[in-house]
Every structure is written in C-alpha cells, then in structure tokens.
C-alpha cells in the first residue's frame, strides 16, 4: 500500500477509511479474511536449517571424510567387520553433533517468550451497547484492528494512535533514545523519521505510562522491526576461531595419517609382507594416525561447555561458537541491566537539612533508612514521613510480586522513575494503596516535559486539597516559598534556595537522577484557580526535600571486572545514558581507570574510524551512543585484532551484534531479532554471566587441547612403534595385528579420550592471558611433550614384545605389545588431565567420569585376553600374573617420566 509509511501525516477518519474499519474494531470474519491477506503477525525467522541440512553439515569435517576413505577400502578389500568399526564412529560422530546442535536450537526456541505473546483489541461489538474488549495472540492482529495500550503493555504492532491519555511509550529498543515517548494523536509532517512520529506506536515498544488506543497499520515484516529484521542479513558473520583451528588440525592430520600409512605400506613391501597383509596392516595405522575420536570428542567437548554454560545463565545457540568467548580479549557491554540491576533505586534522601540514606537494591521493598550510618525510622520523622507519603501519592506506577522462572520476584507496573519512588515509601511502611485510600485523588497536572512537573491532587478528611508536587529541582525550587523543617513551616529565603539547589547539583554530580517534593494545603473550591495560577508559576509551594535515585551496580559486576582484568580482557561500556551516570557507574565497578577515556556519541560523529582506532585501546566508557555507534566500536576493537564480545537486547543492536565474533542477547529484554542473530542468549541480562561464559569457554579450550594431545599421543606412540619395528627389527612379523592397532583406537581410547572433556576447571583459568587469536589447539609445547610420551611408549611396548618374542610365540608376543600399548594409554589419560600441574596436586578422583573410563577400559583389556569370542577376533592369548605385573611395570613409566617433566617445568617456570 503506497501510504503504508505516511500513517503517521493522515488523520483518524483517513487512517480508519483506507483501513475499511472504525473505532469498533473488526468482525471475527474479517480478521480471518485479513490474515489470509496479510499473513500472521510475526517476523520471519532467519532461515532455519533444516533437520537434513544439519546432518550434511555434520557430515562435512574434513576428518570424517578420511574416515569415509577408510571404511570405503575397507569395504572394497572384502574387511567387512573393520568397514563396520568405522562406519559406527562415524555415525556416533555426527549424531552426538547433530543432536546437540539440534537441542540447542531447541533451547532458544523455548527463550522466545518476549514477543507480546497476547495483546488485548476491540472486536465483534454489537450494532448497539457496549464494544467487547478481549486478549488474542499477537500473531492473530491484522491491519485495522483496534488495540489497546495500558502501562506495562509491549506493543504488538506498529499502530496509529486515536485516542491517549498520558500515554507514554519507551522506544529505546527501537531508536536507541532512552526517554519515554509522550504521545499525541494529531497528524504530524509527512516526512518525520521514525523517532518523531509521536502519533504511531511501533511493534515490540514498551508503553511505560497511561493508557490509549490506536489502529493497526501494520504488521509481521510490514512493521518498523520487520524492516531493520531484513537488514540483518547484509552484515557478514565473522568465523570462529574454533573453527579456523579445527580446521587446520584436520588438514595436518588427514596429511599426517597419509605421509605415515604410505610409509608403513612402503617399508612393509620391501621388507618382504604379502601385499594384502601390508595393505590391511597400512590401513588400520592410517586409522591409528587419524584421531577418529577427535570429532566426536571435540563436539563432547564443545556440548559440555554448552551444559555448563546453560548452568550458569548463558545458553548458546551454535555449538562451535563455545570456544569463541574462551577467546575473548574485548567485551563492549551496554550498562542498563547488564551492569546495573535495571531497577532505579532511591539511594538518597534530602530532607531537613540532612542527606538520609537508603539501603537496599532493586524493586524489593527492603532496606533501611539511615543518617550519618545510624538507623532511622522513617515514621517518627515528620519531614521524612511527609515526602515519602507525597512520593507514593503523586505516582502512577505500581509495584507488583509475580512468579518468573518458578522464582518470585517484585516488578513495577509503570515509569521506572516513579517506581522507585513507590518501593522507597513502602520500605519506609507507606503502602502506595492505603495512601490513596485514605486521600483519594480527585485530579492531577500529568508530567510535561516542558513544564518538568507532575501534579495530583487529593482529598483530605478534613475537606480540603492536599497538593502533591514532584519535578525537577530548579523548576520546583522557583514556585515554593516555604520550607517544612523540623516539623515546623517556615519562609524559604532566596540565599536558602541557592544552598538548596548546590545540593541539588552535589547530587547529580554522582549520577543520582534528583527530584524535588513539595506541597500544599488548598481549598476544594479553588482546584481550578491553582491549576491555572501554577501554570502562570503564580502559586507558593511547600518545599519538602530531594530524593535521588540511580540504576546501582550489580552487586556481582564489580568482581567480574576485577576478573576480566585478572584475565586480561578489555571491558568497555557503551551505553546511551549520559556521560556522568556511565562514568559514576563504571569508576563505582573497576571498568573505568585513572588513565582511561570517556567519549560520547556526539565525540564518535566528528571522529573519523582512523581517529577512533588511535584512541579505542584508552577509552573504557562510551556514552550517549546509539546503535550505529556501537557497530563502528566493535569494527574498531577488530580492526585492532580483537576477538569481540558484543552485548545487545535492542533491534537495532542486531547488526553490532553479528559483526562481533560472539553477540550476545538478553534474555530477558531482549527482541527476538537480537536473539535470532546473537551467537549466545543471557537469561539474566547480567554481566556476570557473560565473564562466567568467558571462564567456560577457556575450559572448553584447555580440556580440547587435553583431548587431542591424548588422541595424538597415543597415535604417535602406535606409529612409532610399528615403524621403528619394521625398519630396525628385520626377520620380526607385524608387532601389531591390524585389528588390535583398532583396537586400541575405538576401545581404549575412545573410552578414555570422552572423559578429559570432562575435567573440572584449573584453578587459574582466568589467570592466564587471552589466547591469541590465531593460536593453534596443538603448539609447539604439546608437540614436544607428545614426542616425549610417544618415544617412551615406543620403547616400553618393543622391549615386553622383544623380551618374549626372540623367535618364540607370536601371538603371545603381540598379545603382549597389544596390552602394554593399551595400558600406556591408561597411564597417559592421567598425564593429559593438566599440561603444566601434577595429578597428585588436582586428584585422582576429582574427575569421577575419567576414573569410571579407566575401571571399564582396564576391565575391556583383561577380558580381550580371556573371553574366547574376542581372543579369536583379536588374536591374542591368555596372560599369566607375571605378565600384567611387568606390562603394569612398563606402562606405567610413562606416568612417572611425565610427572617429572612437570615437576622441572614448574621449577624452570620459577
């Protein structure tokens, strides 16, 4: 429809005209023959993928597809059981991927609850009597219904208002402008941006005071969020670095397991092995190179992270970006309800010439009253008594207890501001209900942002009108002539109002949002004069006293700054508050140092990306910024080889958060775009989570690189074995068969290598420095420490084969090399726990899912050499006493060899 964007320049009979409706609303019929037309109100999600696209992808790592090659030749040589074997890990590979993914997906479905899931609307009035007003899902809301809007409602689509009474509506998600929106209903210009059509309501604003209704203009991907919903796409998604080094382990080791198997195949045909023996034996090394447990393993790994993390407030929406804040060298965090509770709070009390305290934080009516540290009772104090009664009177908020989460937790229904007015009365015992039953309000001035006031009016039991005032201090200040101070009225002087108003100012100065309190007693017949007289500023008020008030710190932020820091990770703030509430804020948690920065949006406009790159390292606190802003900090923070955090809960947030390498979403308040794009969901909105998923995602990354120095280790230890067997040791058969070589892959290792992504966390995770971001998952130090753990496993396994071979039995000889292989690697499971710190230090049973593994791998191996079935499909034979203690003699070499790496290295360390 060609007016579809000038709803907002029409009046009311022409919106209700081209709309074919009125202020009746629709029929039933009607709205289905509407929906037909215009679809369900709701927003296209991103594409999903679907259930066979998410196994393909499975499917497509470079590792599997070796395993493929494998189980294919394996199959075409006739070795039907070996092409089983393979087929099994791969199929355990991609279904452990497919279904953790998959159930991940299915978490943040069951987030999606912040859509105004129910709207209430006008529909099927009788031709005469009173309209019906009912609650319908907000998908089912077609153009041309009537809505209605009260305080607290989330607007369920874009909408042109007809009818208001004090309706204000916060926008903030929307334009990133974080004042109320006081709304008209008169035409406005035809070409205002989104910001000033102060007569249209947009779908998923929060309407914070009064009441109204108004005509659904719009819906689904028709509505302001709808279009900034199909920008999203265009911002490209940064790779993870899990992936990257995934990527570039599987290609060393598709190369490895090729360079080895060619070798093994070559030197196995010259040294005199029939080809199909040589070939079958090259096939299972290539397999004992490759570590096929690594991917299954590494989504274990990476789905642990995703439980724990889910644990911890924080669900994760693609299993391989777990790794990704485990990386993190930069978090640009918003400050409301991320850093603060999101719950303004009054904090100080101006009454009687003395700053009162108050303690307590958030919505719950609990807390003290104290001057100079000293507990008060705010009911034996008149001048303290008086403003709080005025405070609760002179509002329009309501304070509830509902049930969230199977939790209880208080809320206020109404402008935050006037919130936390009510909460600090009721914790002084003044109940917002009781107040205004005993002085029941009879008319009220509703605030003006021009005028800067807010006046009610109550009846009193002695017939008369008690003036209740609040607003902003100069503006409250100018009309009062008198002062309540010590129970007492007196004159206010003009050189009192002065040092009245320096408190006033001491006050902002510590980012308290200040109001002032006044008063007066009238006559019910002159009700019409004052309001007229106050407009004209001709009335003389009581003054009472300031209350200040601010959004606190979470009482967890501060240490996860701290813990940031330990971990040294860049924290920055970008918030669209003013510049002295975010300094306040972030000096008060650690964000903010002597030597750092505070820039504004206005500062960022002027300031060219070159000029922003200069500075992005020094500044910590960006206020007054919007949506754009934050895009153009996080591209700064990259383009200064950052791996960047990104919180958001805004629309317009989206594009920031997909340009970091992690975005993350509220849960709580945050828009289903946000969520739909962010790579992580928080489900308390708190900072704290965010650090904790930090500390998760460098386990994920340490117990990853545990895994796969255990798979390799193990590989390198086989392959060594088998050649330095065949090129030393001439006129000895194969050392292994190759279905032990498998063997000791699937069963040993893959019972084990499962579990050391289950390590608990070392205690200094967070006291080591971010990764780099290029940093692989084996290094040069692991490489080392694998040959190290390989050549002993060489060395041990040749001489128990050696020892009892010498021409002797083969099979006894290779039952014997088979088993002490297999116990190596038990002993090593207990080296791979930590790279740097003893396991007698961490404990041998802090990891219970390890100590099972080994209990059944051990239990697998005596039994290869007991149970008839597996000793034929083996080839081994029964071991005596003697043998297990010298292989357990052997093998456990290893355990004590490692425990002296760590040992010197802990001391050269030093």
């Known amino acids: 429809m060609a007016e579809e964007n000038i709803w907002h320049a029409l009046s009311i009979e022409e919106v209700f005209e081209k709309l074919e409706t009125s202020v009746r609303g629709l029929t039933s019929a009607e709205v289905e023959k509407r929906l037909g037309k215009y679809g369900p109100n709701e927003l296209e999600e991103e594409k999903r993928i679907t259930k066979l696209a998410l196994l393909a992808h499975q499917l497509k790592n470079p590792l599997v597809g070796v395993l ?12 039907l059981i070996d092409t089983i074997v393979v087929a099994v890990v791969i199929a355990f590979n991609t279904s452990i991927g497919f279904f953790q993914e998959y159930k991940a997906e299915a978490a943040l479905k069951a987030l999606k609850s912040m859509a105004a899931p129910e709207a209430e609307v006008i529909r099927d009035c009788p031709e005469k009597g009173t309209c019906i007003e009912m609650r319908v899902k907000a998908r089912e809301i077609v153009p041309g219904d009537v809505i209605l809007l009260d305080a607290g409602d989330k607007v369920p689509a874009d909408a042109r208002i007809f009818e208001t009474i004090n309706l204000e509506i916060d926008e903030s998600m929307l334009t990133g402008e974080s004042t109320p929106v006081r709304k008209t209903t008169e035409p406005l210009d035809k070409d205002l941006p989104v910001a000033d059509r102060k007569n249209m309501a947009f779908s998923g604003t929060i309407v914070t005071q009064g009441r109204g209704k108004a005509i659904v203009v719009s819906t689904g991907m028709k509505t302001e969020i709808g279009k900034i919903a199909k920008l999203i796409k265009e911002t490209e998604k940064a790779e993870t670095p899990i992936q990257k080094r995934t990527s570039d382990l599987s290609k060393k080791l598709g190369l490895f397991a090729l360079i080895a198997s060619s070798l093994i195949l070559a030197v196995s045909l010259l040294r005199g092995f029939e080809f199909y023996q040589t070939f079958l034996f090259a096939l299972a090394a290539a397999v004992s190179a490759i570590p096929e447990g690594l991917p299954a393993v590494m989504t274990i790994t990476l789905a642990v992270g995703v439980n724990r993390m889910a644990k911890r407030n924080a669900i994760i929406r693609k299993l391989q970006a777990v790794d990704t804040l485990g990386s993190a060298t930069a978090i640009c965090t918003d400050k409301t309800g991320t850093l603060t509770t999101n719950q303004l709070t009054v904090q100080k009390i101006f009454v009687n010439g003395k700053m ?93 942002a021009k005028e800067r006031y807010m006046v009610t009016f109550h009846k009193t039991p002695e017939e008369n009108l008690r003036v209740c005032v609040k607003g902003a201090p100069e503006t409250i200040l100018e009309i009062c002539s008198d002062i309540q101070a010590n129970g007492q009225i007196r004159k206010l002087s003009a050189q009192e109002k002065e040092k009245i108003l320096r408190v006033s100012t001491e006050m902002a100065s510590e980012a308290l949002r200040v109001l002032a309190i006044a008063y007066q007693t009238i006559k019910i017949g002159d009700l019409d004069v004052f309001k007229e007289n106050i407009k004209k500023k001709k009335v003389k008020l009581v003054f009472v006293g300031f209350v200040g008030m601010i959004d606190p710190p979470r009482p967890e932020a501060k240490q996860a700054v701290q813990l940031c820091k330990r971990a040294g990770i860049k924290v920055v703030m970008a918030t669209g508050d003013h510049k002295l509430t975010g300094e306040a804020i972030a000096r008060e948690i650690g964000i903010l140092e002597p030597n750092s920065k505070v820039l504004t949006g206005a500062e960022l406009d002027h300031m060219s990306d070159d000029e922003l790159d200069a500075v992005i390292e020094q500044t910590s606190v960006f206020a007054r910024v919007s949506p754009a802003h934050k895009y153009r900090i996080v591209e700064s923070l990259r383009r200064k080889g950052h791996i960047v955090a990104m919180t958001g809960d805004g629309v317009n947030d989206a594009p920031a958060l997909k340009a970091a390498e992690i975005g993350v979403a509220m849960g709580i308040t945050g828009t289903d775009v946000t969520k739909e794009t962010a790579d992580m969901v928080l489900t308390d909105d708190n900072f704290a989570s965010i650090v904790n998923a930090v500390e998760e995602g460098r386990v994920v990354f340490e117990n990853l690189r545990k895994v796969v120095k255990y798979l390799i280790a193990t590989n390198t230890g086989e392959i060594l074995t088998i050649l330095t067997a065949l090129i030393f040791l001439s006129g000895v058969p194969l050392i292994f068969t190759p279905v032990q070589i498998l063997w000791v892959n699937l069963v040993t290792d ?18 080591q420095p971010p990764r780099k971001p290029n940093e692989k998952i084996i290094n040069k130090e692991i490489m080392m420490n694998t040959l190290y753990v390989g ?23 290779q039952t014997l090399g088979f088993t002490t292989m297999a116990m190596f690697q038990v002993f090593n499971a207990f080296n791979c726990r930590s790279r740097t710190k003893s396991v007698f230090r961490l404990g041998f049973f802090t990891n219970k899912y390890l100590f099972a593994a080994i209990a059944a791998s051990v239990s697998l191996q005596v039994l290869a050499t007991l149970f008839a079935p597996l000793k034929v499909a083996l080839g081994t034979t029964t071991l005596s006493a003697w043998d297990w203690l010298t292989i357990i003699l052997v093998s456990s070499s290893v355990f004590f060899a490692d425990e002296l790496r760590k040992f010197v290295r802990s001391k050269v360390k030093r």
């Open 750 to 767: 893959g019972l084990l290598d499962v579990t050391l992504a289950m390590e608990p966390k070392e205690e200094d995770i967070m006291d």
């Open 791 to 813: 050549i002993f496993m060489m060395i041990g396994t040749l001489f128990v084969f050696m020892k009892e071979w010498n021409g002797g039995d083969i099979i006894r000889a």
């Open 68 to 79: 493929f090659a494998a189980a294919l030749i394996s199959f075409f040589v006739g070795k």
């Open 356 to 448: 009162v305290n108050v303690t307590g934080v958030g919505f719950a009516p609990e807390g003290r009253f104290e001057i100079d540290g000293v507990p008060i009772d705010p009911k034996n104090n008149k001048a303290l008594a008086l403003l709080l009664e005025i405070a609760a009177l002179c509002n329009d908020a309501r304070l509830r207890q509902h049930k969230f989460n199977d939790k209880y937790r208080w809320e206020i229904y109404g402008d935050p501001t006037e919130g936390a007015l009510v909460v600090a009365s009721e914790k002084a015992g003044f109940m917002k209900e009781d107040l205004e039953a005993k002085l029941p309000r009879v008319d009220e001035i509703p605030f003006d």
